[in-house]
C-alpha cells in the first residue's frame, strides 16, 4: 500500500541536536576467506576486495589495470544485550527493516549519526513511513546537511555509466545509488519492484576495460563488485512501486509523481566527495 505525498519537494530539515550519543564501530577485523588456487591472488593484501572478486567472478587470474576504493566499514558487531535471558548480538550498519537508504548514508557517515537516528529525523520531515525512501530528492537532502564541514554532494540525474560518474569515482568520490535488487543484492531489472540503496565506494577496471563498482549496503558484509553498466540499467529501470513481500500490511510513502517521477528514483543517484576517509589505492 503506498501513498503519495502531496508537496514537493520538502525543505531541507532542521539541524539536529549534535549531543545525540551514537556507537563507534570498533575496527573491523581482516576477512578470513578460502579461495582455491591462485584466483584473484593479486588481491592477497585487501582481502575483502579479493573475496568480492572472487564471487562475482571478476578478475579471477588477471589484475585490473585500476583499482580504488574508500575505507567504509561494512556491517559490524559492536556488542551484545540481554533479552528474556538470552544474549542478543548488536550490529552497526546491519539493515534493520526497509531503511536501506538511511543505512547506506549512515555507512557514508561512519555510524555518526546512525540509521535510526536518521529514521527519526525522516519521519519527522515526512519523508518516509517505516524507513523506506522511494525519493532520490529526500535523500539528497538528508546527505547535504549531514555532509556540512565533511565534503560536498550533487543530485545526479541520468544514466550512471557516464564519464561525469566514473570521472568522480577516479578521483576518489563515491555514490548513494538506487538499483533493483537480486536475491544475491546484485542489481537487476524488475521495474522498481525490488529497489534497494547501496552506497559505491571505488572502482575496478579489467584487462578487457570492462568497468566495475565496488559497493556496501546494509545487508551483507561482503564488498559487493557489480558491472556498472548492469548497476546503470538497473537504476534506469526504476519506475513502479510495488508492496515488499516482507510488508504485506505496511503502508509506504511515495514522493509525488512515483518512484519513476522527478522526485523519485529513477536515473537518480547521489555523488559525493571531499570526505576524509582513507582512499586505498590498490593499483
Given at each position: 500500500?503506498?501513498?503519495?505525498?502531496?508537496?514537493?519537494?520538502?525543505?531541507?530539515?532542521?539541524?539536529?541536536?549534535?549531543?545525540?550519543?551514537?556507537?563507534?564501530?570498533?575496527?573491523?577485523?581482516?576477512?578470513?576467506?578460502?579461495?582455491?588456487?591462485?584466483?584473484?591472488?593479486?588481491?592477497?593484501?585487501?582481502?575483502?576486495?579479493?573475496?568480492?572478486?572472487?564471487?562475482?567472478?571478476?578478475?579471477?587470474?588477471?589484475?585490473?589495470?585500476?583499482?580504488?576504493?574508500?575505507?567504509?566499514?561494512s556491517i559490524q558487531q559492536v556488542g551484545c544485550v540481554l533479552k528474556?535471558?538470552?544474549?542478543?548480538?548488536?550490529?552497526?550498519?546491519?539493515?534493520?527493516?526497509?531503511?536501506?537508504?538511511?543505512?547506506?548514508?549512515?555507512?557514508?557517515?561512519?555510524?555518526?549519526?546512525?540509521?535510526?537516528?536518521?529514521?527519526?529525523?525522516?519521519?519527522?520531515?515526512?519523508?518516509?513511513?517505516?524507513?523506506?525512501?522511494?525519493?532520490?530528492?529526500?535523500?539528497?537532502?538528508?546527505?547535504?546537511?549531514?555532509?556540512?564541514?565533511?565534503?560536498?554532494?550533487?543530485?545526479?540525474?541520468?544514466?550512471?555509466?557516464?564519464?561525469?560518474?566514473?570521472?568522480?569515482?577516479?578521483?576518489?568520490?563515491?555514490?548513494?545509488?538506487?538499483?533493483?535488487?537480486?536475491?544475491?543484492?546484485?542489481?537487476?531489472?524488475?521495474?522498481?519492484?525490488?529497489?534497494?540503496?547501496?552506497?559505491?565506494?571505488?572502482?575496478?577496471?579489467?584487462?578487457?576495460?570492462?568497468?566495475?563498482?565496488?559497493?556496501?549496503?546494509?545487508?551483507?558484509?561482503?564488498?559487493?563488485?557489480?558491472?556498472?553498466?548492469?548497476?546503470?540499467?538497473?537504476?534506469?529501470?526504476?519506475?513502479?512501486?510495488?508492496?515488499?513481500?516482507?510488508?504485506?500490511?505496511?503502508?509506504?510513502?511515495?514522493?509525488?509523481?512515483?518512484?519513476?517521477?522527478?522526485?523519485?528514483?529513477?536515473?537518480?543517484?547521489?555523488?559525493?566527495?571531499?570526505?576524509?576517509?582513507?582512499?586505498?589505492?590498490?593499483?
Open positions: 500500500m503506498s501513498h503519495i505525498s502531496p508537496v514537493a519537494p520538502p525543505p531541507p530539515p532542521p539541524p539536529m541536536n549534535s549531543g545525540v550519543q551514537t556507537l563507534v564501530a570498533p575496527r573491523e577485523p581482516k576477512v578470513v576467506i578460502n579461495i582455491p588456487g591462485d584466483e584473484c591472488s593479486w588481491a592477497l593484501e585487501y582481502p575483502e576486495l579479493q573475496k568480492g572478486c572472487y564471487l562475482s567472478r571478476v578478475c579471477q587470474y588477471a589484475p585490473p589495470q585500476r583499482c580504488q576504493y574508500y575505507s567504509v566499514p528474556r535471558s538470552a544474549w542478543i548480538l548488536t550490529f552497526l550498519f546491519f539493515q534493520v527493516g526497509p531503511t536501506c537508504g538511511l543505512t547506506a548514508l549512515s555507512m557514508l557517515l561512519g555510524g555518526q549519526p546512525t540509521a535510526m537516528d536518521l529514521l527519526t529525523e525522516a519521519i519527522a520531515q515526512e519523508y518516509t513511513l517505516n524507513g523506506e525512501l522511494f525519493s532520490g530528492q529526500y535523500l539528497f537532502e538528508l546527505t547535504k546537511k549531514h555532509l556540512r564541514g565533511r565534503g560536498a554532494c550533487q543530485l545526479h540525474q541520468g544514466h550512471l555509466n557516464c564519464s561525469k560518474v566514473t570521472e568522480l569515482l577516479s578521483a576518489g568520490g563515491c555514490l548513494l545509488v538506487p538499483y533493483d535488487a537480486d536475491v544475491n543484492h546484485a542489481p537487476c531489472l524488475k521495474s522498481g519492484h525490488r529497489a534497494h540503496w547501496a552506497l559505491v565506494v571505488g572502482f575496478l577496471v579489467d584487462i578487457q576495460d570492462k568497468y566495475y563498482v565496488l559497493a556496501r549496503h546494509g545487508k551483507t558484509r561482503n564488498l559487493a563488485v557489480w558491472s556498472l553498466d548492469l548497476l546503470s540499467q538497473s537504476n534506469a529501470n526504476l519506475t513502479e512501486f510495488a508492496q515488499p513481500k516482507g510488508y504485506p500490511d505496511n503502508d509506504f510513502l511515495l514522493p509525488p509523481g512515483g518512484i519513476g517521477g522527478p522526485l523519485g528514483l529513477n536515473e537518480r543517484c547521489i555523488l559525493v566527495n571531499g570526505l576524509p576517509q582513507q582512499v586505498i589505492h590498490v593499483r
